[in-house]
């Protein structure tokens, strides 16, 4: 809103504005926020009549305009008016009290300036509302330079607003940022729209931080743009809460994904089900590589058993075999407690482990961690992150990654250990490792029904006489005996043949599709 002279028709210097002054004033109230965190300020109660009358009539147009957030804009015409003040903290106390908010402003014009120009400093006389609002509230020029900043500038950018004033707005916009607020301000100058708001981040004394930016155009009397004003407000809170609940849910994606995809993986496919278990957690924390090392029973060796790599990262895992676990005997402790080895900079490890930082650099390791797999007190392997492309240092959510992944995994391998050895109890003799009766006739069954139509299929019984009466007076003379004969066998086999143990002394051999009567002939004869 526009006040007219404080002299003149309606008015005079000492008066302040009258009620025709107010009247004329405030059929120029624009809305000039519609959203974000206004703030009401309730003001002195003048008791000018006049001061009244433009409060009054401001808050009425503030009502009619139907929109959230008001703002009341003061022009003063060579020298602040305190009835014109006091009337826009007015109009702000009523619509606050309305339970609606606002915020205010100044705007100094000096007549001595063409109509068609402003002053240097349009806001250079703000009210105190400006002053004592949270938002930061400034106007540039059509350079883009500072001419005004509220005193909210300097605590949340950590800059003197008297040694800003007059710089680029841009020196404070990260360079990833910069795009979006030219191109914003740009609408604004060439109007192609009436405000612009926008997030972006903060190069500020404390670090980076999210602001919101709002702005409107600031234009001559005759339309020309000259710059534009709005309202800076740090929002780092909100966008990095709003960023931890995305990274959880992110967090939460991964590992469902793989919990699932373990779940019902059969054993032919463990191995793809475990590179796409370490692509899936190594592209969510953005590491340069994932990997699963295998320890030996002995804890003397270890094998990289699976590896996945970014874009551009060299694999390790063809020179990762039988790596001895001296080079991480330092570690073996704390993996035994079932604790992460996290080590943000390889090249701070200490002289003792000199020959592991070699090992690490020829991988090009600047930064690693790695969790344990263990069930009860065994220790089976590890599961570890590397930073090649730069030093880093992990997160406590990142390293639970890990760690879920890690128990999933355990969970995994003993299931499918667990599966595997009842598969060998069903289908094989434990004494000597032979397919057992089940095995056996479903072999033949498959090899009658996969014959050739010229070719046999024969079975040749071979009994040990008087085997029962050793086994049962020396049980281990009788395990060595069977050991051997079983070797004897097998060596006189084709690769296609089954030998099973069917009884106690009995084994039986059956051959495959494409045998003649003379090629069994000669087998049993063997």
Known sequence: ATAPPAHGA????????GPADADRATRGVRVLRTAGDGVGVGGPQPEEPAARAFGAALCDTARRSGRYTVSVGITFIQRPDRSAIAA????LYEVKRRGRDGHAFAHLSDPATSSDQPSRDPWSVPTSLAEEI?????????????????????????????????????????????????????????GETETFRTEVRWLTAHGVRWFEVWARPLRTPVGDAIGAAGTLSDVTARRTAEDALRRELEFSTVITHVLERFASVGHDDLDAAIDDALEQVGRFAG????????????????????????????PQIHRLQNMPLSLIAAWLPQLRDGQAVHVPRVGDLPDEMEALRAELAAEAIQ???????ATGTRLLGMLGFDAVSGERRWSDQEIALLRSVANAL????????????????????PSTGLANRTTFKACV????????????????????????????????VGDELRRAVVARMSATLRSPDVLARIGVDHFAVVTADGSTLVTVAAAGAR
């Open 10 to 17: 309606g008015g005079d210097r000492a008066g302040g504005v």
């Open 88 to 91: 826009a903290d007015r109009a």
């Open 134 to 190: 949270n938002e930061i509230v400034f106007t540039i020029d059509g350079a883009g330079r500072w001419t005004y900043l509220s005193h909210a500038w300097e605590k949340p950018v950590g800059a003197r607003r008297d040694a800003s004033l007059g710089c680029g707005l841009l020196a404070w916009v990260a360079a990833d940022d910069v795009d979006t607020c030219v191109a914003g301000f740009h609408a604004l100058s060439a």
């Open 287 to 314: 590491v340069d590589r994932s990997y699963l090392f295998s320890f030996s029973t002995d804890l003397a060796t270890a094998d990289n058993t699976h590896e996945w790599c970014a874009e551009g990262i060299e």
């Open 367 to 373: 930064s690693l961690v790695v969790v344990p797999l």
């Open 410 to 429: 355990v969970g995994l391998v003993s299931r499918h250990d667990a599966t595997g050895q009842l598969t060998r109890q069903a289908l094989l003799d």
């Open 445 to 476: 069954q498959q090899a009658l029904a996969e014959r050739q139509r010229a070719g046999v299929v024969a079975v040749i019984i071979a009994e040990l006489h008087g085997f029962a009466a050793l086994d049962d007076e020396s049980p281990i």
